[in-house]
């Protein structure tokens, strides 16, 4: 039986509002809308049934690997300033092509960033996004089945629609981590409460050991509305628009058919911050030049639309061993024991995302706000080369041949990284299309590290994951033992120089999958604004973006609770819009 009831519209069908896109801020657009009756809404989405497997969240991030169908399978342009130890210079980019979208194929983490990211987008001239405001719309959304003290409850929100919970596994690893923390000064908190900085195992989108996606959420209690119609294979290629620029509908294959569905009210365009502007510019609003050479007819010289491209780059590699038995070993993963935790009490390794075991938010350089970040790390008890070798170095694509030997050291021992990850980089990619064909895969260019600044971050960074590896807790606790394997193409700097590290985050940067910003939300004055502050497309009528892409700046954290938020808050403003009462 699949798990959400879905529908075959006629090929012309008319709606109030079309929702391109099924993900993570689409589900609650869609839900939030249908809850006015005399709304019919129509829900377009290219993916399809997520799988099975998808909700296990101890193997659910193998749907995130290349050649998965529930994935676009994207992949980075190759880059200048980073990624040199991959294949081309190239990494996989991947993003939920299913219902549900990224929320399907993430890792579940459940971090809403920092109080003043949200302030900062109001104060560059968007209001309605401070912190006071977008707070009400994270406790709005949750379920939380956290623990609660006098300290984090103000912060959170239960019978919501999401359920959030405490991971309920961790390996010795996890235990570790918070202990080196305290040792060395850093308090352990619920990170989504009153401070930010410290070290934490992550809440996660996890409802009864299962992963709860988005669209479990938002879509599934609600598709039995008689308004609300969820259409599952429907690639949208093409917005339409009258001689008013008003957006009057859209063009979307089907079963290779091409149909068309015609919108009331209005479009609005969910399709996460590759796809969004993707579809903006296939639809002749963009940079001028950009459409000119690829023969699309320009309907809004938009420069903005793809750029400003901005994610939480990584790096990969700096590992520690640890004896067996500490950390997410496969055997211990998928071994039987695991399985019968899993099966009758929905416990065990099996219930939490695969090797996630906790995060941390410093900062590091000198001066500043000292209760905004700017890096988080991630310590996942797995390690490039060690017992999930393949999945970890296919994932992110390793030169195989230049890495074999580096790789082979390490074969068969448990160990873990920690990533030092920026929090907000310096450094701005694109969005571009590859052709005027909708199905062609944009050209994804985040030009990681092309900002100096971020690499002596993460210079900084690496100094500070070393230190966490480095105390009595990991050190005596677990034996960690930090690899000290020369990296190939940076033997030639004396080992563990500033230098051999620059070199180090050259090679092994790389994505975390937190694409936003590509159409971006700014006032008139700014030139590569794409939204108003209530999401609507400059230059044109009835039409709006709704999801990661319209974040003017990153979110200090992971991003796909910004991203449901951000799915509330847009329907909000639309009721509004249309005369009807809200209620926050
Ligand atoms: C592998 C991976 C791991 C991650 N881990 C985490 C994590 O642990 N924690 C965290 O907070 N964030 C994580 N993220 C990021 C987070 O999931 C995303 O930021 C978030 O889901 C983005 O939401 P969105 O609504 O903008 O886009 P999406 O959720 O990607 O939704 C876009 C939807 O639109 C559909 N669509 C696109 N184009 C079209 C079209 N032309 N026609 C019809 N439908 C279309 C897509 O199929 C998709 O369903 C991860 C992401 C990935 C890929």
Same mark, same amino acid.
């Given at each position: ?417 920690? @990533? ?5 980089? /310096?450094? !701005? +990619?694109?969005?571009? #299309? *590859?052709?005027? %064909?909708?199905?062609?895969? &944009? ?85 590569? @604004? ?5 999401? /609507?497309? !400059? +230059?044109?009528?009835? #039409? *709006?973006?709704? %999801?990661?892409?319209?974040? &003017? ?32």
């Amino acid at each position: 039986k699949s798990p959400f009831p879905t529908v075959i519209v006629d090929d012309e069908v008319t709606v109030d509002f079309i929702v391109v896109g099924s993900g993570s801020a689409g589900s609650p657009v869609a839900a939030r809308l249908s809850e006015v009756e005399e709304w019919q809404v129509l829900v377009l989405e290219a993916g399809g049934q997520p799988s099975p497997e998808s909700a296990v969240p101890g193997i659910s991030s193998f749907a995130a690997l290349e050649g998965s169908a529930m994935n676009y399978n994207y992949r980075t342009t190759p880059q200048k300033y980073a990624q040199f130890s991959y294949t081309n210079n190239t990494t996989p980019y991947p993003s939920g092509k299913v219902i549900g979208g990224s929320s399907v194929i993430n890792y579940m983490m459940y971090n809403r960033g920092n109080k003043f990211d949200f302030d900062r987008w109001a104060a560059l001239g968007n209001p309605g996004w401070d912190y006071q405001t977008v707070l009400k719309y994270f406790k709005k959304l949750e379920d939380y089945g956290g623990q609660l003290t006098a300290e984090n409850r103000p912060y959170h929100g239960t019978g919501g629609p999401l359920r959030v919970e405490n991971k309920r596994w961790g390996s010795a690893v996890m235990t570790a981590f918070l202990a080196a923390g305290l040792e060395l000064g850093h308090p352990t908190l619920d990170i989504n409460a009153g401070s930010q900085m410290g070290f934490n195992t992550p809440d996660v989108t996890v409802k009864n050991g299962k992963r709860h996606t988005a669209a479990d959420a938002f879509l599934r209690p609600n598709l039995q509305r008689p308004n609300l119609r969820l259409q599952s294979g429907s690639h949208v290629t093409k917005i339409l628009f009258d001689d008013n620029l008003k957006a009057t509908g859209v063009e979307y294959r089907q079963d290779n058919k091409t149909k068309r569905a015609y919108a009331r009210k209005e479009v609005v365009v969910c399709a996460g911050a590759i796809d969004s502007p993707k579809l903006l510019l296939l639809s002749g609003i963009g940079p001028q030049q950009h459409l000119q050479g690829l023969g699309i007819k320009t309907l809004v010289d938009l420069p903005g639309v793809g750029e400003n491209l901005q994610d939480h780059p990584t790096v990969f590699g700096i590992s520690w061993s640890v004896p067996k038995g500490e950390a997410s070993s496969v055997k211990r993963v998928l071994g039987p024991s695991s399985k019968l935790l899993y099966k009758h009490l929905r416990k065990g390794p099996l219930s939490a995302p695969l090797g996630v075991e906790g995060n941390a938010w410093m900062r590091l350089e000198e001066g500043g706000d000292p209760t905004v970040p700017d890096m988080q790390f991630l310590i996942i008890s797995q390690a490039l080369g060690f017992n999930f070798d393949l999945l970890l170095s296919s994932a992110i694509s390793l030169k195989n041949k230049e890495y074999r030997g580096y790789l082979k050291a390490l074969r068969g021992i448990e160990g873990f990284n920690i @990533g030092p990850m920026l929090t907000v980089p /310096k450094s !701005r +990619g694109s969005v571009t #299309l *590859r052709s005027s %064909d909708p199905f062609d895969p &944009p050209l994804i260019d985040p030009n990681f590290l092309s900002h100096p600044d971020d690499v002596e971050l993460f210079l900084k960074g690496i100094k500070f994951a070393l230190a966490i590896g480095n105390t009595t807790a990991m050190r005596d606790g677990i034996g960690a033992m930090f690899v000290a394997e020369p990296l190939p193409g940076c033997q030639t700097h004396p080992w563990g120089s500033d230098d051999y590290w620059r070199c180090f985050t050259r090679h092994m940067a790389s994505t975390t999958y937190h694409p936003a910003g590509t159409c971006k939300m700014a006032p008139l004055t700014d030139p590569l @604004g794409v939204v108003t502050s209530t999401l /609507k497309v !400059r +230059g044109v009528n009835g #039409l *709006r973006v709704i %999801d990661a892409s319209i974040m &003017p700046y990153i979110t200090s954290a992971n991003t796909n609770a910004p991203a449901i938020m951000i799915g509330e808050r847009g329907a909000d403003f639309i009721k509004e819009d249309h005369g009807i009462q809200i209620n926050i």
